[in-house]
């Protein structure tokens, strides 16, 4: 079973965050960081909406994600 993965807390806000995803076929394994700092390491559902969900934790962010593509991606 997966964790609660997104709260209503916004983190980082104003900061520029590295979101780094490594894509499966039914979940996601996400890391994100700002500065030097671990803000989330967790695994999401392997849909848009949940990554939605996440990235919506980081509003007025400057966001740069990079995931790992398989043969899927």
């Excluded at 890391?31 to 849909?47: K, Q």
Aim: glycine share 10%.
């Amino acid at each position: 079973m997966m964790r609660d993965y997104v709260k209503e807390k916004v983190l980082a806000r104003g900061k520029r965050v590295s979101i780094g995803i490594d894509v499966h076929k039914e979940s996601w394994q996400v890391t994100v960081s700002s500065e030097g700092e671990e803000l989330f390491n967790g695994r999401i559902p392997g849909d848009y909406l949940a990554l939605r969900k996440l990235l919506h934790r980081f509003v007025d962010c400057q966001i740069r994600v990079a995931y790992e593509a398989g043969p899927q991606g």
